[in-house]
């Protein structure tokens, strides 16, 4: 008789759940990981393909690719509807069903409108690929129309840009777009200039950066003022539409005519919290998080793991950043437990090593925090890019990256300003 | 008083069009390039888009950044819709009009499906970045689906592809195909094998690439058999529906159930030639060309120049080759005529040097014919590998795109291998 290997489900390709397969190699376990995109995305990066400077599949690798020499592992396209707790089976939107023994959550978060999902349609947020190279088609439209424009008030509002939220991805899309009006587009309007276009970034707590340190979130603003972008904090956004925002500020309310908005502000777990919740009874934070227990386990279904984005774990009283090294660590310790029970060996808790935070703010500026050590500055950027390429030559040895990289430093151009889809008929 | 520069406004950002604005760089005229997209594409490039080796951004080039040292340049971002010949004006589709001095109609072909549109949501042709990116999704969703489907007639259709016309970009899309089957994927998938798919390339005429000798023909389709390319010649798509193609053959009829069919076979002219017939009474072609004079303009308006796919021009009673050398070569000459006006001179007629052609057919494969010289091989493989180089790195020194081959080339790898949009409510 053959022994039947213990099956593991893993539901999402992102950090949490590659790291996760990835640490499973050599264990006596049956994987199959499910995403509904047939490759796994660098999000940090995400930015960067929405300001024109990588493409979409320089910050991807086909999750088949990734894994094909993991013989213990199948990858499958698939969206993930329901879970089937008691059964201990995942249900497809085709109707197929995965069997598991343990099962790995590990889809997600998107991006949230505070309770206002009307707001969508002109703030374009950044998770996807999609969402990635429609920022780009939006903001080089704008420069575009207010080209081909007459009217210097409206004028005025396409050269405008708000972006809602200034964490790490807020603050480096408007360094980026900082970046791309004052440099990158400088010779190539005959009737504006770019660097006429204001930049607005709106934050809600009272610095940019609010999980950096008040010396750091300084740094960053002092070096996002230099780009041009004007920051406006204690701000928060109370009306979004195909004008413009209106924001309430400490002291009374300003409109902001804008015809590019971007939202990077509240982030909102996948939708398959919920369905587990419904399933279980387990508990949901506010941002719909799963609160899973100290070895990342859902309470009375050790075999359901969540990590990443969509797991709610408090470490010191705080929910653990949405961050890339989060979900690692996360991925990384399912892989463990799980070949410790088949052991039946005991895991200890789950516990965040925080490594430390980058930021880049433009060209040769960042704001990092390495351990205890904090700085800015062209020496922070030269960590930030040190880091990145460690981490993507890593993963997939894209060294390609590392020349784009070098070949727009040295030419101020970002090669990748396409604008696609049918932009005639939009908005 | 100042004189005014003679105005000249070039519809379309292709090889014609971008030939022609750069020949007229020191030239006392003022010119207004409009195209309805951002960017120039390297068109004979796509299919490597189309099948995962590249990405869009790699082979386009903002028509802004290309053109912003040229002082007496503008670039506009519009699509033409009318031209109004009597008021020497073309005028947009957001209702501006932009006057000229001559005008040169650069906005080439797309596909056209010998009358039978309704087949073209099964057939997807490839003339744009979106008709690429929509061919590498369809191509590698087949294989997604085989793998996991589980009713081998169903799965027999996911692995068959079709691909009509066997012109260079039916043959080097084939070629591909067969490729990323035999090799690429070979160790992606572990229900399916991807080397057991189907591919036929099928053609009206006697032979693979007509355009081409007999004997690089010959060499044309052994190449493509060595990679599992089934090729049928004297073979007509009768009917393309969403199970499959039917083909007359010579001697009866043929019905290929398959899942992804492309289209490679009947090229249309734009329809601005339809509308210039109508204002001017000038004559199309079968394919909607319009007719031109020798100097490349339209009978009795001498200040309208047609160049590249857009246009008619027989030469020893031959319709010039839709390839890019012709519209080069035909925007160079545009360009010379305009200048040779303002000076008083007499330009010879247009006359089409034929430097030759190659054609790519998967790895270390090709035909080329050099002058008088043809040959195929790994040499005329080279000498594609060669040629594009040059052309590549003349337009915007994209030199990139020869690090992505080489890389490509040593770890037999794709990397741009992303099903992107919504897949999972598509037929």
């Given at each position: 008789m053959v022994a039947v290997a213990h099956r593991v489900v893993i539901v999402g390709g992102g950090f949490g759940g590659l790291y996760a397969v990835r640490s499973l190699k050599h264990a006596d376990v049956e994987v199959t990981v499910i995403d509904r995109r047939n490759f796994h995305l660098?999000?940090?990066?995400l930015y960067q393909v929405a300001t024109g400077a990588l493409s979409p599949a320089e910050i991807a690798a086909p999750l088949r690719y990734v894994l094909?020499?993991?013989?213990n592992t199948k990858v499958l396209l698939g969206e993930v509807e329901d879970i089937d707790v008691t059964g201990r089976a995942v249900i497809l939107k085709d109707g197929s069903r995965v069997p598991y023994d343990t099962l790995i959550l590990a889809t997600g978060s998107t991006h949230s409108y505070f309770g206002h999902p009307e707001w969508e349609p002109f703030a374009s947020g950044l998770k996807s690929v999609e969402d990635a190279t429609e920022i780009r088609s939006r903001l080089l439209l704008a420069f575009e129309r207010a080209e081909r424009g007459t009217d210097p008030a409206a004028r005025k509002a396409q050269l405008t840009f708000v972006i809602v939220g200034a964490g790490p991805t807020g603050v480096e899309l408007a360094g980026a777009i900082g970046e791309i009006s004052r440099?990158?587009?400088?010779?190539?309007?005959?009737?504006?200039?770019?660097?006429?276009a204001s930049i607005f970034l709106i934050e809600g707590?009272?610095?940019?950066?609010?999980?950096?340190s008040p010396k750091l979130s300084r740094a960053a603003e002092e070096a996002l003022t230099r780009l041009g972008v004007q920051v406006r904090t204690?701000?928060?956004?109370t009306m979004v539409d195909q004008d413009g925002v209106t924001v309430k500020l400490k002291d009374g309310e300003m409109r902001i005519a804008a015809t590019t908005v971007f939202w990077a502000a509240g982030v909102q777990a996948s939708p398959l919290g919920q369905i587990l919740a419904g399933k279980t009874g387990v508990k949901l934070d506010k941002a719909g998080r799963v609160c899973v227990e100290p070895d990342l386990s859902v309470a009375g279904h050790p075999e359901i793991l969540v990590i990443g984005d969509l797991a709610g774990f408090l470490q010191d009283g705080q929910q653990l950043p949405g961050v890339a090294p989060t979900a690692i660590q996360q991925g990384q310790y399912a892989a463990k437990l799980i070949q410790g029970r088949l052991r039946n060996e005991k895991t200890k808790p789950f516990h965040y090593f925080d490594k430390g935070s980058l930021a880049t703010i433009g060209r040769n500026s960042a704001v990092a925090k390495i351990g205890p050590v904090e700085f800015s500055g062209i020496l922070a950027w030269a960590a930030w890019l040190f880091i990145h390429i460690l981490y993507i030559v890593e993963f997939e040895s894209r060294l390609l990256i590392v020349f784009q990289w070098a070949y727009d430093y040295f030419t101020?151009?970002?090669?990748?300003?396409l604008i696609t889809g049918n932009w005639e008929n939009r908005s």
């Amino acid at each position: 008789m053959v022994a039947v290997a213990h099956r593991v489900v893993i539901v999402g390709g992102g950090f949490g759940g590659l790291y996760a397969v990835r640490s499973l190699k050599h264990a006596d376990v049956e994987v199959t990981v499910i995403d509904r995109r047939n490759f796994h995305l660098f999000q940090p990066l995400l930015y960067q393909v929405a300001t024109g400077a990588l493409s979409p599949a320089e910050i991807a690798a086909p999750l088949r690719y990734v894994l094909n020499r993991q013989k213990n592992t199948k990858v499958l396209l698939g969206e993930v509807e329901d879970i089937d707790v008691t059964g201990r089976a995942v249900i497809l939107k085709d109707g197929s069903r995965v069997p598991y023994d343990t099962l790995i959550l590990a889809t997600g978060s998107t991006h949230s409108y505070f309770g206002h999902p009307e707001w969508e349609p002109f703030a374009s947020g950044l998770k996807s690929v999609e969402d990635a190279t429609e920022i780009r088609s939006r903001l080089l439209l704008a420069f575009e129309r207010a080209e081909r424009g007459t009217d210097p008030a409206a004028r005025k509002a396409q050269l405008t840009f708000v972006i809602v939220g200034a964490g790490p991805t807020g603050v480096e899309l408007a360094g980026a777009i900082g970046e791309i009006s004052r440099d990158t587009l400088k010779k190539d309007f005959r009737a504006i200039n770019p660097a006429d276009a204001s930049i607005f970034l709106i934050e809600g707590t009272n610095r940019v950066l609010p999980t950096y340190s008040p010396k750091l979130s300084r740094a960053a603003e002092e070096a996002l003022t230099r780009l041009g972008v004007q920051v406006r904090t204690s701000a928060m956004a109370t009306m979004v539409d195909q004008d413009g925002v209106t924001v309430k500020l400490k002291d009374g309310e300003m409109r902001i005519a804008a015809t590019t908005v971007f939202w990077a502000a509240g982030v909102q777990a996948s939708p398959l919290g919920q369905i587990l919740a419904g399933k279980t009874g387990v508990k949901l934070d506010k941002a719909g998080r799963v609160c899973v227990e100290p070895d990342l386990s859902v309470a009375g279904h050790p075999e359901i793991l969540v990590i990443g984005d969509l797991a709610g774990f408090l470490q010191d009283g705080q929910q653990l950043p949405g961050v890339a090294p989060t979900a690692i660590q996360q991925g990384q310790y399912a892989a463990k437990l799980i070949q410790g029970r088949l052991r039946n060996e005991k895991t200890k808790p789950f516990h965040y090593f925080d490594k430390g935070s980058l930021a880049t703010i433009g060209r040769n500026s960042a704001v990092a925090k390495i351990g205890p050590v904090e700085f800015s500055g062209i020496l922070a950027w030269a960590a930030w890019l040190f880091i990145h390429i460690l981490y993507i030559v890593e993963f997939e040895s894209r060294l390609l990256i590392v020349f784009q990289w070098a070949y727009d430093y040295f030419t101020h151009n970002r090669g990748a300003r396409l604008i696609t889809g049918n932009w005639e008929n939009r908005s």
